[in-house]
């Protein structure tokens, strides 16, 4: 069973930045190098949507995607050696304000039941 721990969460000022870190473990003897990964978020009442997603082509190729309102102020990465995903979120806006969860998937994260989830780390921007 894949586990996922989120980390990096908080409280900033609209403007700051923030890194979430999500730690993967019991790949289940496949390469975390191959999982695609993901980031989701969910605001009070509203369902969890999509936010960036990192995503294995081949070799040491990856895709990196991301929902329009966070393009170009976040930022998604891995470091295989650690086993870890990250969002570098900058330019915090009091709308990114959610439970930031992680997600992986086998060949890509699509959101559902089929993919392997966190308990998500909460966000919290002032404005």
């Known amino acids: 069973q894949v586990q996922l721990v989120e980390s990096g969460g908080g409280s900033v000022q609209a403007g700051g930045s923030l890194r979430l870190s999500c730690a993967v473990s019991?790949?289940?003897?496949?390469?975390?190098?191959?999982?695609?990964m993901g980031w989701f978020r969910q605001a009070p009442g509203a369902e969890r949507s999509f936010v960036a997603s990192?995503?294995?082509?081949?070799?040491?190729?990856?895709?990196?995607e991301y929902t329009e309102s966070v393009q170009g102020r976040f930022t998604i990465s891995r470091d295989n050696a650690k086993n870890t995903v990250y969002l570098q979120m900058n330019s915090l806006k009091p709308e990114d304000t959610a439970l930031y969860y992680c997600?992986?998937?086998?060949?890509?994260?699509?959101?559902?039941?089929?993919?392997?989830w966190g308990r998500g780390t909460q966000v919290t921007v002032s404005s």
């Open positions: 990192h995503t294995w082509q081949g070799g040491i190729t990856y895709l990196a």
């Open positions: 997600a992986a998937g086998r060949q890509r994260v699509t959101g559902g039941a089929n993919d392997y």
């Open positions: 019991a790949v289940s003897g496949r390469s975390f190098s191959t999982y695609a």
